[in-house]
Nanobody, 124 residues
Framework: QVQLVESGGGLVQAGGSLRLSCAAS????????MGWFRQAPGKEREFVAA????????SYADSVKGRFTISRENAKNTVCLQMNSLNAEDTAVYYC?????????????????WGQGTQVTVSS
């Protein structure tokens, strides 16, 4: 089992950057593929990015490709999301999620563990 805690959210102007972090508990972090999702007010939670447990491969939603970068440090049980060139459409609560081994899924149902979320607000 793994517990996830996000941090790094906040208020930023359009065009700015933020770096989100997700700290995971447990000694088997390296076995989990990790994902970031986001949920804007009145909208469904949507996939943002994912990184494989095992070979470092990544996947991104088209809306963030080229602007966001997901990375992980297994020694620190941490996954990060570097967000650049932010715009108002990126405003949402961002959630970290974990999938044992995993397949870089974009589906919420494939992730068994979730953090509580961190708010990102981009002012235009």
């Amino acid at each position: 089992q793994v517990q996830l805690v996000e941090s790094g959210g906040g208020l930023v102007q359009a065009g700015g950057s933020l770096r989100l972090s997700c700290a995971a508990s447990g000694r088997t972090f390296s076995r989990y593929s990790m994902g970031w999702f986001r949920q804007a007010p009145g909208k469904e939670r949507e996939f943002v990015a994912a990184i494989s447990c095992c070979d470092g491969s990544t996947s991104y939603a088209d809306s963030v490709k080229g602007r966001f970068t997901i990375s992980r440090e297994n020694a620190k049980n941490t996954v990060c999301l570097q967000m650049n060139s932010l715009n108002a459409e990126d405003t949402a609560v961002y959630y970290c999620a974990a999938e044992l081994f995993g397949r870089l899924s974009r589906l919420r149902r494939d992730y068994g563990y979730w953090g509580q979320g961190t708010q990102v607000t981009v002012s235009s």
